[in-house]
């Protein structure tokens, strides 16, 4: 199983960007129990969740600090997860890391830099 990040780089305060997590080995299938996480972390800091995708019910969850920006979701066509984040502020600056846990197993990326920044 292999999880790729791609979509980060640099932005504006106020600016938006979409990661996308693509999976291959593992099927993002509608029918499915798994977690979809995404994570972020500084350097010097632990790496702590920002959003959860829960299949096969679809429910999501955020940190409290990225409510109403940040949006998780998944197309099972394309096999990928998405974290589209709105309104980037400077403290959302980290390396963002999407994992694939289900019951047995956990996966990671390799991580994407997000950087806001004037």
């Known amino acids: 199983v292999e999880v790729a990040e791609s979509g980060g780089g640099l932005v504006q305060p106020g600016g938006s960007l979409r990661l996308s997590c693509a999976a291959s080995?593992?099927?993002?299938?509608?029918?499915?129990?798994?977690?979809l996480n995404w994570y972020r972390q500084t350097p010097g800091k632990e790496r702590d969740v920002v959003a959860t995708?829960?299949?096969?019910?679809?429910?999501?969850n955020y940190t409290d600090s990225v409510k109403g920006r940040f949006t998780v979701s998944r197309d099972n066509v394309k096999n990928t997860g998405y974290l589209q984040m709105y309104n980037l502020k400077p403290e959302d600056t980290a390396v963002y890391y999407c994992?694939?846990?289900?019951?047995?197993?956990?996966?990671w990326g390799q991580g994407t830099q997000v950087t806001v920044s004037s």
């Open positions: 994992n694939i846990r289900t019951l047995r197993s956990s996966y």
């Open positions: 995708f829960v299949s096969p019910d679809g429910t999501t």
């Open positions: 080995g593992f099927t993002l299938s509608v029918f499915s129990t798994y977690l």
